[in-house]
């Protein structure tokens, strides 16, 4: 009895450990956030945090709070997802069609679920690398995009309209997205088995397979999960302007990467997770806030982007193999 109380003891404590190797990088993304909301608050503390600006970067992070926690679960199975942009764009095109509203949700999630499981097909079972495959069925569903919807405009489903607008209990209705999407990602990695076996095929897939876990199918799943998560914040995008935009998400799909990049997933896999990812997108609105209230011009926010990408890539990368 003594020894199974200190085998069970062991466990726990080895999987504790595990927790935190993980999370790692997360501790230094929330480090960076907390030194940047000091300065802010020195530099322009009236402005950035004013109820108003509050409110408002709530709003704008919400989509890209979504898109980054899909982007995390394919990064955590070594991954990756240069699709998920023009899948916000799909799902937005396809929202607008003149169809019932419960019609078009319904295939822009059923599309979305689509272009992620071809993308998992074509990269686990077909071996096409996750950049060409991703980078091929973004240039097909970003056509199919356009033809679909050639310009902005079109008539969003009502109650998407009444769900991405407006505040709730004196909240941004965006933050209940971003608490949502949150509680979700961080409740599958951390509290279920599913989430054990991501970390396991991401660490090392042919390992995973060896113990018994289908680590092809746990793979796809993760490019399923992204596209479907997309295509949320490509509802959420139509919603809050109440009309589809063939373009919309040109933008989102490197700043996913950044984001979850930035919070300590690596993008070799196996390492970090949804609560980093929440610091990473937190540091990528706050800086672009930061510097539109500095009077900074928007152009340098490229150049800023591209560079912490770098950055974050060379400062959490696995230094072994496994954990």
């Known amino acids: 009895m003594q020894s199974q109380t200190r085998h069970r003891g062991i466990v726990a404590r080895l999987r504790e450990d595990a927790f935190w190797f993980r999370q790692r990088g997360a501790a230094l993304s929330y480090a960076i956030l907390s030194a940047m909301l000091v300065i802010l608050a020195v530099v322009v503390p009236q402005t950035f945090y004013s109820a108003t600006n509050l409110s408002n970067l709530a709003g704008q992070l919400a989509p890209l709070f ?30 607008t069609l003149d169809l019932a509203d419960p019609l078009k949700i319904q295939l822009a999630f059923a599309a979305a679920g689509l272009v992620g499981l071809v993308n998992g097909l074509g990269c686990v079972y077909l071996r096409v690398h996750p950049i060409i495959m991703t980078l091929a069925t973004s240039s097909i569903v970003q056509g199919i995009a356009l033809l679909l919807l050639p310009t902005p405009g079109g008539m969003a489903p009502r109650i998407l309209v009444r769900m991405a607008s407006g505040t709730f209990l004196g909240l941004p209705v965006g933050f209940y997205w971003i608490m949502a999407a949150t509680v979700a990602a961080i409740w599958l990695v951390h509290r279920t088995v599913y989430g054990v076996r991501l970390y396991a095929t991401g660490q090392n897939p042919q390992a995973a397979w060896m113990s018994g876990i289908r680590a092809p199918r746990i793979q796809v799943s993760t490019y399923v999960i992204s596209a479907l998560m997309a295509a949320l914040a490509g509802a959420y995008l139509t919603g809050r302007l109440a009309s589809g935009d063939p373009n919309v998400g040109s933008a989102l799909g490197l700043d996913s990467v950044l984001g979850a990049a930035l919070g300590g997933t690596l993008l070799s896999g196996g390492v970090g997770g949804p609560i980093g990812t929440v610091a990473g997108v937190l540091i990528i609105g706050i ?13 340098y926010q490229f150049i800023v982007k591209g560079s912490m990408l770098v950055l974050a890539v060379s400062l959490f990368r696995r230094k072994e193999a496994g954990l």
Request: no cysteine.
């Open 66 to 95: 979504l898109v980054s926690l899909g982007q995390t679960f394919v990064l955590l199975g070594a991954g990756f997802d240069l699709s998920v942009g023009a899948v916000i764009s799909l799902s937005s095109a396809i929202l």
């Open 287 to 299: 800086l672009n806030n930061g510097l539109n209230l500095a009077g900074i011009s928007p152009y």
